[in-house]
């Protein structure tokens, strides 16, 4: 069946480090890809999003390619601030519009 | 704009009493809305798909006479935990759409004694 499976946390890293959260996913068809951002005591916030193969999502200095032939859809940023504390899920959506989301990867960044 | 709202934030209820959650689309009408659940330190599991105006979609493995879903208006859904016992405690949140997005309120905590 369709799942996305992404990196185990929790991930911690100090101000300035290169982050990446690798996410893969299994599905029929071409399933638009998304990461969601769990801030501290609030909801999940978009963070990006790449609807084709190829595409390049990005917003607040992260980025994800849609890479089709690895079905992958890592999360990047090359240097993260101790705001960017959060968990991040990889989610992917079907063509009925429900979200699938991954397990979520909790990163700490100390300054 | 596209904001979602929750209500109660929190709430904690004896084993055996039914508690209702609200969801509004604050700035925008909703034809279809979703309500998850998520356990601590896991992600959230989809429940069920509520339509405006027509009976909710429930996903395999959840009880649609345990949980009542109402989508009355373009604005409000509402998830009635009926009878609810310790093992229903968790995080419940609700997502509306607008396009073909998905728009998240705050959650609401659930705590059965």
């Known amino acids: 069946g369709n799942s996305v499976t992404q990196m185990e946390g929790p991930v911690t890293l100090s101000e300035e480090a290169f982050l990446t959260i690798n996410c893969t996913y299994t599905?029929?068809?071409?399933?638009?890809l998304f990461w969601y951002v769990q801030y501290p005591g609030e909801g999940l916030q978009l963070l990006l999003k790449a609807t084709k193969a190829d595409d390049k999502g990005s917003n607040k200095g992260f980025e994800a390619t849609y890479r089709k032939e690895t079905t992958s859809f890592h999360l990047e940023k090359g240097s993260v601030q101790v705001s960017d504390s959060a968990v991040y899920f990889c989610a992917y959506r079907s063509n009925d519009y429900k979200l699938s989301f991954g397990a979520g990867t909790t990163v700490t960044v100390r300054a | 704009g596209a904001v979602v709202s929750q209500h109660p934030s929190r709430v904690i209820c004896k084993s055996g009493t039914s508690v209702k959650i609200e969801c509004r689309s604050l700035?925008?009408?909703?034809?279809?809305m979703f309500w998850y659940r998520q356990f601590p330190k896991q992600s959230l599991m989809l429940m069920a798909t509520s339509n405006e105006g027509s009976k909710a979609t429930y996903e395999q493995g959840v009880e649609k006479d345990k949980f009542l879903i109402n989508h009355a208006s373009l604005t409000l859904s509402t998830l009635t935990v009926t009878s609810a016992h310790p093992e229903d405690s968790s995080f419940y949140i609700c997502?509306?759409?607008?396009?073909?997005?998905?728009?998240f309120g705050p959650g609401t905590r659930l705590t059965v004694l």
């Open positions: 700035d925008f009408q909703a034809t279809t």
């Open positions: 997502s509306a759409r607008q396009f073909n997005e998905q728009f």
């Open positions: 599905a029929t068809g071409y399933p638009s």
